[in-house]
Structure formats: structure tokens, C-alpha cells
């Protein structure tokens, strides 16, 4: 009898939960799976945007793009910037939020501010903020000059190697304080006794790093790996704000390419843009199953 | 507790309300919203006196539509009324149009846009329904200058009235050439060789370029090429490892860039705010409308010239570049207010055109409204010359170059080619790459 | 238990602070104030800038000039900065409200009343996650236009309503809610949506603020969707005017930067005030 009653009242509750996460899922599902298999559909399709007809073979646009080399190039910096922003940025913010979680630190509020400001800047503000420091007549270039490090002034954003570094040092700079404050948050979850007992264990501060800090950090770690990846693979205003894909798309990115073929420029190729967009969601979903995969080990 | 169940259910409904309600009330939602009014942005109503449009600088081409404004309800309608939405760029206008016409929803766009003049042939064969043709409207086509009309006329069907003329000067600082002994005769109806030696004298004396070109378009190539009678395309395709021309220009440029003659900025900002308002040129060729950014640096005033473009065997070159036109939306909701408001304003109305110019520096390209007295006035900034006359008498011999709307990234990819030719690379590998690349983009 | 705890940490850290700097932590604090100087520099330099005029700004100043009534001026002379805050408060805190509201009750649904299909539904959302903002915009263009949304501020907010991450927030927070407590609530014959109300929103109020921070700031800084589907002068937003004063051919690099600083000073003031639940909120998140 007793079983019964609290087995209905478990379906109620259960039911309840479901009411209760409907409105959410429901607009995820018709704001971003919806247009997802629509791009999908789409993306085998030809033809100008308002006329669209299927391709044939239907697979003509993912085809295509292996021919692409600008697609190619794109893919490859969009790489680039993953591969040396990501480490960096999560290394850096972990430090910071290592630094900022002693408890003998004073001004740690003031600290946490400093470094966080950078992500509340809008980002128009922020790529008009690098690219003057950057210009030719700029003020870095000015400062180069005088401390005689630099000759002549120096064309930062018109020479491909300079160009990639000012967007992955504007990524780095934007985004180390948002990560910074989710590790500093897991920090704060780890019992500061354990550092205290590696301190009398005569462990050194790198040693309590690794064996320490790391691997308790980890769940932290792979969330923000994921975010990041996701972002880095989607980044679009750096590459349109900062350089516009120049000097010759050297900096150009896989979204921005994407936004080149289906919006700008005067072309609405729609059928390949989406194509190519449906690469990138694949290629993030593997990459964040990865990391999840690494990173997940306690469950 | 089927009592809390059924609350709880009730609640959830009016959470999931939020959802639905939404779709419900979204149409008239306006009422709760800044965005309030009609649904449509088009302003316009059967019988109204009001129109929108959109436009994108509060320098130049905003101006130049208030000016028309201000005429038409001086002398036409008195209750007319134009509300200009303004855009950061050309490039908001045609996605607009863009995503209307993939949309088949014109309901977005306002009574009149103003975008460049390379998109209109493809807008209207992907969206025909997308503009309203100016037929009927009482225009004096023959008034327009012809190279600037071809671009609006699909065939044999005026979609579009011309506003600003974008007829390429090449302006020089008589200071500074006069330092090198040359004047402004000189480099009138120069070789592009002649040009580039003047130039890197000019650097050696000067320390300043003769003139540059933003690297992240295709502006200069694009000039040369016109000023030559030849296109980038042929036929439909991409015209580039076969273009005689082509490679000689681009030859050209490759060589004033390593003299130091052309500074190839990296971007717009760079091109504008380093190289023109930074002072570091002696020169600048590019559509008229770069005028008012020259003239922010009043200390140069009086120093400045303009003449026709050089070419590569010698001779007064003439081309257009960046201009745009108006056209009619499919949303317009009073097409006769529009069309007479258009035909009597831009269609050749000297108070619109000088009021125009004065405002906001947009040219005319309606022959017999540089007969005015605001276009033979002296400039000063250019030495009193009336250079506004001079520029609309230019816009008669540009010469009509097939146009294609890939024309932005024949650019993008051309000017990459000189770029990495300059950094080493062989001339005509890219070009090769440029036009597979193309000929890629454009399904050939 | 765990609040005791805190309280214990925090007299402790408290007693710290009465000690002086501590030697082996100067190297600590150069390399603090190294990296604040770079994080904050940009952010001072615009500032400066704001009061300067467009050459001097073109040319590099740092030092603070007088030009700053001026270039005010410019700007509400030249663009309509009240309407454009106006829109920017607007659409961001109706969507800040409705996003904590969607979300929140997500969260509490996958997490408190979870079981194998609700958590398998959870990865699959996560995957929108991953949906690139580039691939959607035209088949969602579309979407508004065919349900007649478009130039309202549902067009504007419908699509960043529900986010995964904001769902993911709540979600796991909600393993801190005390489920003894939500029991003991029932049998004193609290409802389900009592529950919610009466006891999840008091208890989560600093995830709810580190939510609303960053749901504000995405919404306010929100530029390339609303530019396609608001299109009516009236609608215009901060972002947008700030777009349109860069624009053209020749900038006003003074008047930009006050426009830049008066789109800036909203998401920061935010920040300042909600800073402390910030951090909470998001100590929970990763728990």
C-alpha cells in the first residue's frame, strides 16, 4: 500500500521535473536544432539563395569544400589559434587563480577585478582598443620605438605571422579572467588543509601544482577546455574586427569564411555555408567528446 | 496531492506561456516594445506623406538624402516626410536585401535602399520580386552620365536612380611634386612608369608615398583596370591568367609598392586614418567621394590638385569606383510617392544636388546640375579649382567594363596575389590561384 | 555544516589580513600587478581617449584631454544615445528575466526530479551548444520572418532564452539544494511549484546572479542577430550606434570612444555590484 502511494507520487514528481524543463528544452530545440537540420538540408542543396535546388550527388558541397583552398587555410589558422591560445590561456588563468586563491594575499578583490574587466568590454570597443594600440602611427609602436627595441615603426596587422599573434594576444587577453574566475571558484572548493599538508610533506609549490591542484581541478579544467574549444573553432569577431581576414586572408577563420560565403562580400552561397558550418558543429561536438572523455575519469 | 500535481501542472503552463505566448503576441508585441508601430519598417502608406530609407553615413550619403528631403517638401510636398535609418556600412543594406530575398519576407526592409552598385543585376535575378522598377516615373535618363547608369539597368529596365558619382581622381600635393620639379601637367596623361619614377623621387626628397591603396580590397587593381577599358571578367568568368592587361598591372603595382611609391595599408583604418589623414601620402587616387576625408586635414589646404588617372602606355584615364544608386523595395507601400520623390530630387534637381554637395560632398552624376554655381565655385582646399565641375566633366569618359557580383572578391583574391608576389611569391602562380579560387567561388 | 565552515575560513582570512605584506609573496604580487596593468590598460586607455580629440586619439594620446564635454556633445547631437541606452536596458533585462526564469526552472527539473531520460536529454541539449551562431542566422531569419516576428524584441531575445550553459549552471548548483529539506517542505504540504518559488529561488540567489551576469552582458553586447532582425530606427541599440559611428569614411575617433565608454560603464557597473554573488554562484557551478 505504502510502496504504491509513494510510487505514484514518485511518477508526479517525475512528471513534475518534466514540466518543469520543458520551456527550455522546447526553445532549444526550435532555436538552434531546428535551424541546425535546416542548414543541414541546406547544405545539400545548390543554387542562389531564394531558388534553391538539391545538389547532385548531394554530398557536391562537402566535396567541394576539400578543394577549397581558402577553406583550407582557413581551417588551418582557425587550428593554429586553438592550438597555441587554448594551452596558454588556461595555463595563465590557472596561475592567476592559484595566485589569488592564497589566503595570505591581500587585495584580492581588487586582482580579481583587474583581470575579469577585459570580458565585460564590449567587443567593438575592444577591437577598436587593439587595433589603434597596434596601428602603424600606434601607441605600441610608439613605445617600441622610443624604448629602442624597434627602428622603424612596425606594420603589426599588415605581415601574416604579426597579424595571427595580435588575435591570439586579444583572445588571451579577453578571455584569461572569465576561465580565471571558474578555476579560482574551483579552488575555493578544494579544502585548503590539503595544501597545508603538502607544504609539511615538503612538497614544492610546482609539485603542488601537478599532483595537487591539477587533478582536482580537472572537472573545472575540461569545462572550460570545452568552452574554449567551442570558441575558438566558432571564432568570427577577431578575424572580421581586428584584421577583417587580411593581410591575404592569412588570419582568416572557419566562421568567418563562412560568413564571407553566405553573407558578406555580396555572395549568398547559402548551400555551401552551410556546408561548411555543419563541419564545424561536427568537428566541435568530436573535440569536446574528447576532452570530455580525457578529462572525465571519476565517473 | 493530485491537488499539487494539478498546481504544479498549472504553473508549468504558465512558464511554458512564456514560450508560446511569445509566438502568440510576437506580431503585435510592439505595444511592450521600443520597436513599437507597424511590423513593417517600411514607413509608407497608400496615400501618406512619409518614406524610409536606409543609408549608411552621417557625412555623405545621409546628408545627401536630407537634402532631397528638405527639397521635395519645399517644392513638391509640403507634409512629405523622409526618416533615414542609418546602417554602419554598405554591407548592413545588402544583407538585409539578402536575407529578405532568401526570407521571400520583404517586410524588414524600408521604403527606398541605397546599396553599392555592383549588386543590383544579381539581386534582381535571384529576388525579381525583391524592387520595384522606376518605370513610369518622370526621369530624364539621357540627363545621367552613362557608365554610372549601366549598373542599374537590368535589362532595359531602370531599377535604380544614380546618387553619387564615383569618378576616380587622382589628387596630388602640387607642394610636394614641385620639390621633385614636376607639376600637376606633368602627371596628366603620364605612364604608370613615368608616375612611379615621380614617386620614388618624391619618397627620396619627401619621405612620403605618392599615394596608397588599402591592401584588404581591390580598389587600385580595379581602377587600373578600368582606366585601361578592361575587366577582371569576360563573359561571365573570371578574366585574369589570360588578361594581358591584368598581369601588367599588377606588375605595376608589385613594382611601386617595393619603390615605396604605393603604401599598401593593411586595412580601411589604415588606408584612411595612417596613410590620408596621417599625412604620409603625396597623392591619392580613388572615387571622389575621399574628398571630405582629405579635407579633415585642414593644414594642407590649398596644396592639393586633382587630375585624370595615368595609364600603362600613356594617356588620361578614366574610372569609377564605390559608388551606389537608390532603389525601390518590394515593401514600399506608396511606390508613386517614391518613385516622383526620387525623379524630382536625384532625377536632377539642382537645389537637391548642390545642397548634396555642400552637405555631405556627393557629386552629382546628372550632366546639367554641374552647371550650377555651387559646382563652378573654386575649392579652396584645391586650389581654387572648381573641382566639382572638373569631376562630373571626368565622369563622361569613364569607359563601361563588364561587372560581375563577385567583383568583391575578385578584389579580395587579386589584391592577395600582389600582396604575396610583393612578399616573393611568382606573379603568375597567383594570379593562377586567384582565379581558381574565383572560378571555385563562382561554381565554374 | 559547510556554512560553519566558511565562517571559520573567513575569520581566519580576516586575521591574516592584519599581517603585514609578506616577503615571499612580493614575487606574486609584481606578477598581479603586471598582468592587472595589461588587463586594465585598454579599458583606461579608452577612457582617455573619451576625452580627446578624434587626431589625438588617431595619433595614440594616453594622457586625458579636455575634449570630453565636446565630444559628448558630438555624440547626442549626432546619434540618439538616450533611445539607444534605453533599447540596450530594454531588451537586455527583459532577457536577462526571462532567460534566469527558462532556465532556472530547467535546471531544477533535470537536476532535483533527475533520472536516466532526463539526464540523457541533457547531454543531447548540450550539443546546441556547439551549434555555430553563423550556421543558424539564416534559417532562423527565416523562422521570425514566416511567425511574423520580425522588428520585435521576441525576434531579438527568443533565441538566447534558453542556453544549455545557463541550464548546465543551474543544473549542477542544484546538487547543493538540500533534497531532505524539499521532502520535509512536502509532507508540510508545499507544492511543487511552492517548492520552487518559496525555497529554490531564495536558496540559489547567487547562482541566479552569477546568471544574470553573464546573460546581461551577452545581451547587452549582442550585435550581429539584432542588426538583422530589428531594423527600425526606433529599435536601435547601444552596440548599433556604436557600429554606426565607426562606420563611413572618415571616423570621429573621440565622439566613438565616449560612445564606447557609455556602452561599456552598463556591463561593468553590473559586474561591480553582482561581483561577490559572481563568484559564488559559480563556486557552485563546478562543484
Known sequence: ?299 | MKKISRRAFLSVMAAAGAAAALTACGGSSGSSTAASGSASVGGSQPGGHKLTAYAWDKNFNIPALNAAAADYKENVDPEFELEVIEQSGAGDVENAITLAGSAHDYSNLPDIVQFQDHYIQRYVSDYPDAFVPMEGADVDWDGFGKEKLSYSIVDGVHYGVPVDNSTVIFAYRTDLLEQVGKTIDDMTGATWADVTKVGEDVYAKTGKYLFSCSGDNGDLIYIMMQSEGVAEFKDGEPYITENETMHRVCETIVDMAKKNVCYLANSWSDYIDQSIQGDMVAGVVQGNWIIPTMEAVTGNSGKWEITTIPKLDGGEGYASNGGSSLYITANCGNVDLAKSFLAYTFGGSTQTYDNALRDGGVVTTVLKCADSDVYNEGIEFFNNEPIYKQIVEMSENVPIIEQSDYHVRAGVYLTTAVINTINGSNLDDELANAEQQLRFEMGL | MTNTAETHALVQREKGKKHMIQRRLIPAYIFLIIISFISVFPLSWMISAATNTSLDVARGKIMFGTYAMQNFKNLIASQNLAGAMGNSFLYAIVQTVISMFVCSLAGFGFELYHDKNKDRLFSILLLAMMVPQVATMVPLFKMMSRAGLLNSVWAFILPSISTPFLIMMFRQNSRNFPNDLMQAARIDGLSETGIFFRMYVPIMKSTYAAAAVITFMNAWNAYMWPKVVMTDNRAQTMPMLIANIASGYSIDYGMLMMGVLFCSIPTMIVFFVLQKQFAEGITGAVK
Open chain 1, 1 to 299: 500500500m505504502k510502496n504504491e502511494k509513494s510510487g505514484s507520487l514518485m511518477a508526479k514528481q517525475r512528471r513534475a521535473g518534466w514540466y518543469y524543463l520543458m520551456p527550455g528544452t522546447v526553445l532549444i530545440t526550435i532555436m538552434s536544432f531546428i535551424p541546425i537540420i535546416n542548414g543541414f538540408l541546406t547544405s545539400l542543396k545548390t543554387g542562389s539563395s531564394a531558388s534553391m535546388k538539391w545538389a547532385s550527388p548531394l554530398t557536391y558541397n562537402y566535396t567541394r569544400m576539400f578543394k577549397d583552398a581558402l577553406f583550407l587555410r582557413s581551417m588551418g589558422n582557425t587550428f593554429l589559434y586553438l592550438v597555441v591560445e587554448v594551452p596558454i590561456m588556461l595555463i595563465l588563468a590557472i596561475l592567476l587563480a592559484q595566485l589569488l586563491n592564497n589566503h595570505d594575499l591581500k587585495f584580492k578583490g581588487f586582482f580579481r577585478t583587474c583581470v575579469f574587466l577585459p570580458c565585460a568590454t564590449s567587443l567593438v570597443s575592444y577591437s577598436l582598443i587593439f587595433k589603434s594600440l597596434f596601428a602603424t602611427d600606434g601607441l605600441v609602436n610608439t613605445v617600441l620605438c622610443k624604448l629602442g627595441i624597434l627602428q622603424t615603426h612596425y606594420n603589426f596587422l599588415g605581415n601574416p605571422t604579426s597579424a595571427k599573434i595580435i588575435i591570439i594576444l586579444a583572445l588571451i587577453w579577453r578571455w584569461t579572467g572569465y576561465n580565471m574566475v571558474f578555476f579560482l571558484a574551483g579552488l575555493q572548493n578544494i579544502d585548503y588543509s590539503v595544501y597545508e599538508a603538502a607544504k609539511i610533506d615538503g612538497a614544492n609549490g610546482w609539485q603542488t601544482f601537478w599532483k595537487i591542484t591539477v587533478p582536482l581541478l580537472m572537472p573545472t579544467i575540461v569545462m572550460t577546455a570545452i568552452m574554449s574549444i567551442n570558441g575558438t573553432l566558432q571564432l568570427f569577431d577577431e578575424s572580421v574586427n581586428l584584421t577583417n581576414g587580411g593581410p591575404a586572408n592569412a588570419t582568416i577563420t572557419m566562421s568567418h569564411y563562412i560568413y564571407n560565403n553566405s553573407m558578406g562580400q555580396g555572395v549568398a552561397n547559402f548551400g555551401y555555408a552551410s556546408a561548411l558550418s555543419f563541419v564545424i558543429f561536427v568537428m566541435v561536438a568530436i573535440l569536446s567528446f574528447i576532452s570530455m572523455k580525457a578529462g572525465d575519469k571519476r565517473d
